[in-house]
């Protein structure tokens, strides 16, 4: 055995494991989406339900949960559009919106990181746009939420990584264009918060967050 090999079988089990689990760790959004998009949504309510720490990471979109209905339903028209599969973003988009109400709740708490660049991507109208930077800076005062911009211009300790879910200790969700990938190894999941923990330093929060989202959203009136 490899890991006999090289002289660590104390990883044995997790390896194992890891084999076990890599089908249902890896989910095809072509084939997630066969019947539409709205099941993948409401699935995945349970774990938001039992969570009570989330962290995210973005550098393409806003957070699912940071989403107003448009930006969700202007994202997943194009998604269902790209991939060829049906079309029932208004649906699904209610229904992301409605799984995000978790942040609200007292014994939530809520870290985000987004690229500064992600402020200013035209994934949808103007007018969606103004409203979801709107909304972003008044989740951002949310007592039990922190919000954090990552300067485009600020010298990096880590580059732009693909956008990730931490749930808690125990799982991260990780999105690609084609699956969500769904981590439950203790050794992989440890990379992430410490990831998240690199990012976090070098982005900036409060007064200077909000000046950022304000400079976005200024050539969109």
């Given amino acids: 055995m490899v890991h006999t090999a090289c002289g660590v079988p104390e990883i044995a089990p997790e390896i194992i494991v890891a084999s076990r689990h890599a089908e249902s760790m890896y989910a095809q959004f072509r084939r997630m989406h066969r019947a539409g998009m709205t099941a993948a949504q409401a699935e995945i309510v349970p774990l938001f339900e ?6 995210a990471y973005s550098s393409n979109v806003f957070p699912g949960f940071f989403q107003t209905l448009d930006y969700a339903a202007s994202i997943l028209h194009k998604f269902a559009a790209f991939q060829g599969t049906p079309d029932d973003a208004e649906r699904a988009a209610a229904a992301r919106v409605s799984r995000s109400q978790a942040i609200c ?3 939530s708490t809520v870290a985000v990181l987004v690229e500064e660049h992600v402020l200013r991507y035209r994934i949808a109208s103007n007018a969606v746009m103004a409203d979801q930077l709107d909304y972003l800076l008044t989740v951002m005062s949310l007592p039990n939420v922190s ?9 990096r ?4 990584l693909e956008a990730f879910l931490i749930f808690d200790d125990r799982r991260v969700n990780v999105e690609t264009l084609t699956a969500a990938v769904n981590i439950t190894s203790k050794t992989e999941i440890v990379g992430y918060i410490r990831v998240f ?3 976090s330093k070098v982005a900036v ?6 000046a950022l989202i304000e400079a976005a959203k200024a050539p969109l009136a």
């Fill in 50 to 55: 039992e969570t009570t720490h989330f962290r």
């Fill in 105 to 107: 709740r007292p014994r």
């Fill in 147 to 155: 919000l954090g911009v990552v300067p485009t211009e600020t010298p």
């Fill in 157 to 160: 300790t880590i580059w732009g």
């Fill in 197 to 199: 923990g690199l990012l």
């Fill in 205 to 210: 929060y409060g007064a200077s967050a909000r």
